[in-house]
Every structure is written in C-alpha cells, then in structure tokens.
C-alpha cells in the first residue's frame, strides 16, 4: 500500500480516480470525469477551470438558502469543536431543539421526529412506521414518482425508470395515476372530471382490501423529479377524507417540497390538510450536512409510547447535523425566504409562460413557488413526449441530455437530467429578480436544442 498522505491528487490523478475509482449515481459510468466544483456561494458556483455558473437547481432541489452561508457554516465550526456526535442512545442539545423546532414549523399535531441522514431513510422510516403502527403492508402509491434509492422507497417509486434494474423490496406497492392534468390517465379534463384520479384511489383502495390490508397511501405534494405535477385545489382535501373513512396513514413525501420550495413552509400547507406522516431532508440542511426527518402525528407518537419502536440508526438524531438545521431553518424566518419563494416564484412561472409560447418544444409550463417545470414535446398538438419514458436509462444522448450540455455550455444547472420529459427550475430561495431574467435568458437560448427535435 502506498503511503495514504502521499496519494497523488493533480487535476489529472483525480479526474482519473473519477473514472475509475468512483461510482456515478443514475448514470453509464462516464468516461470523462465531469467539471470539479471548487467553490460555490450564494446562487453561483465555480469549477476549477474557473468558469462561473449559475445554480438553477438549487443541487437536486437542497440549497434553498445558497451556498456557503457563513451563519451556517460558523454554527456548524462551532458544534465540530464542541461535539460531532454520540451514540443515539444519549441525548443532545441539538438532537432535543431539533425534534422541538420540527414540531412548530410542520403542519398540525405532527410532533414526534425520527431523524435520519437524508430524504430515502426518512421514507424507509415512514413506511416502517405504517407497517408497525397499522399492522398492514400494503402502500398505495403513484406513478411518475421518486421516493428515493433505498429498497423500499424506489419499490414505491412507481413510473421511474431508474427503480427498473432492481429487484422490489421492503414495501408491497398498489399503483395509481396522479393528477397529472396534462395528460390524464383517464382522458378527462379538469374540473369536469370531478377528479376521476382521486375517486379512482378511493375505489383501488377498497379492492384491495381497505382498511384491513392497506396501510397508508405516500405521495409527494407536488410531484418533482418526475415532472413537477401540481394537483387541482380539491385533490388533498377529498384524498384526506378518502384515508379517514378507510383508516388509512397519508403519507407526504416534502423532500424536495419542503422548507420554502413551493412558497409555503410545506406544500401541504397550501390545501390546509395535515398528513399522518410527513418526511423532509434536503432543504432542512440545504446541503451543508445531510439530514432528514421522519415527522408523525400525535396519536402515533403516542402509540409508541408503550410499544417497542422497532428501528434505529448508529447516526440517528447526529449532532453536527441537527446544529446544521438548527442553524439552517431560522434563516428561511429571518431572511423571509418562503416569501420569496411565492412572490418570485409567481414571476418566474409567468416568465417560462413566455418562453412557452416562443418554443415549439415547449407542450406544458407548470409550477409552484419557486419550482417550475418544462415539458417537452415533439409537437405540440399531439402531445408526442420528446423522449420515451426510459430514455434516461438508455446508453448514449438524447434531446433533453443535449439540453442539459447546452445551459452547463451557457453558463447554468437545471435539473434538465432527470426521469420523464420535464426541465425543472428550482434555484435557491434568495434568488433576485434580475437573477432569474438571467437563467431564463439562459434556458431560452438552450431550448433551441430541444426546438430542433419538434416535428
Ligand atoms: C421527493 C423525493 N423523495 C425522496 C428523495 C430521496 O432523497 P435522498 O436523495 O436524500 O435520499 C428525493 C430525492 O431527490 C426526492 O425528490
């Protein structure tokens, strides 16, 4: 072996390391080692051959409040110096404010946290919970959804191609549609359909067994990685009343909504309707640790009471981690960040509006808050995908790929790389007006790729 502090790391060592050392999530292994990030803050960030780019995903939808926030980072130096971690059979102060800080911020009487290291071990904890708490295994769930890596969480990613490769595991899915307006399963139009995807939930639910076999139904709020779906006002309130009068757990899946993202604390937030579960990470540390959380509603907290609470985690509740969120969540307070979301959020859905009627590849714009998706066509009559549901798992480009080279050309990231046919725009919370007319400008130009595959 050699001696491990003299492992040679020039540029050329490391992009090699890259290739052959490491493994590239979602993705043919590369045969280039991508752009090295040396530096980022606020919304840019900066690759070692010292071009600057503008982050118009905020990473996969966590650093909503920018990068290199030095309150956060002077928190967490702090911490380091005092304690990183302990086994979670102790408590911690930060451990302790965390679950505290939880309970006011999340929607209702969700008050009792299980705290993880990030968004799929908080789902794997829900459906655990479900499981545990109802007796039941069955979990209803939609497709075009992404609930994480994990066994059971990508079992109940139900439409993404990426869970294809794997043998399903850990959750015993039912699958049914979204409210994906744009294209309804069931060919209807909202609000004449009298939200057929709902009432159909209602009807799957009792073939399957009701409440003797189905344990909860999960969902994100607004669907993300899979085309950013936003679902019609009355969807969550009747889906709430369907679970009731089932005894069923609802599940919210607010990784990527949560903590601003659609310009509410929670998505939920937006329908009134308090879920039985909620799960967060991303936003709750932004990035600058991982983290996430399992939230429960009380009467479940206090099941557990006097019950054995059958799961753990040597990093459970880990120390830096909740210092970082401690650090992290009062910033959305005190620099009105969700405001922001929502009233920013307005104007860069009106300004992808625009973009719409200039692309031919653009067949729908939606979105809520800061969180807005392009979906891509072929034509726009028709409706025709760009590209097929499994083009992200296929060898070699594709249109949207091209896209996405183009704006990383053009100077910015979109999550342009993700399942289905949708780009989505999620910069970080503090972004200003005049930085969004800047990654619009940006996408406009990138769009043109996608243009020239319309027919
Ligand atoms: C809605 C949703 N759930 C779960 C996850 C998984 O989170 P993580 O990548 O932190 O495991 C993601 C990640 O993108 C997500 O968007």
Known sequence: MQDLKQIPAEPTDLDQYEIENNFHSWSFQPDR????????????????????????????????????????????????????????????????????????????????????????????????????????????????????????????????????????????????????????????????????????????????????????????????????????PEYFPHLRKICDKWGILMIADEIMTGFGRTGKWFAMDHWDVVPDILT??????????????????????????????????????????????????????????????AELGQYLLQKSMELKEKHACLGDVRGLGLFVGLELVKNKKTKEPLTSVDAKIRPGSNPKLEVAKKLGELGMMAMAANPGNVIVMAPPLIISKDEIDEGVAIMDRALEVADSYTE
């Open 280 to 341: 967060i990470a991303k936003g709750m540390t932004c990035g600058y640790l991982p983290l996430g959380a399992t939230i429960v509603r009380k009467e479940i907290g206090d099941h557990f009471r006097h019950r054995f609470f059958s799961h753990g985690a040597t990093y459970a509740g880990h120390t830096l981690g909740c210092a970082t969120a401690l650090a992290v969540i009062p910033i959305y307070q005190e620099d009105n960040l969700i405001e922001n979301s």
């Open 33 to 232: 080692s991508p752009p090295r990030v040396v530096s980022a803050k606020g919304v840019r960030f900066t690759t070692e051959d010292g071009r600057e780019r503008l982050d118009f995903s905020s990473c996969f939808v966590s650093h909503n409040i920018g990068h290199q926030d030095p309150r956060v980072i002077d928190a967490i130096c702090r911490q380091a110096r005092g304690l990183t971690s302990f086994a979670p059979s102790m408590s911690t102060k930060p451990r302790a404010l965390l679950a505290k800080m939880l309970s006011e911020i999340t929607p209702g009487d969700l008050s009792r946290s299980f705290i993880s290291l990030g968004g799929t071990e908080a789902n794997e904890t829900a459906i655990k919970i479900a499981h545990q708490y109802t007796g039941r295994r069955k979990m209803i769930t939609r497709f075009r959804t992404y609930h994480g890596g994990t066994a059971a969480s990508m079992s109940l990613s139900a439409g993404d191609a990426r869970g294809w490769a794997q043998e399903s595991g850990g959750a015993e899915p039912v699958r049914v549609p979204q409210p994906y307006c744009y294209r309804c399963m069931f060919g209807l139009a909202y609000p004449d359909c009298k939200l057929q995807c709902v009432r159909y939930i209602d009807e799957v639910i009792e073939l399957e067994g009701g409440g003797e076999k189905v344990a909860g139904i999960i969902f994100e709020p607004v669907t993300g990685a899979n085309g950013v779906i936003v679902p019609p």
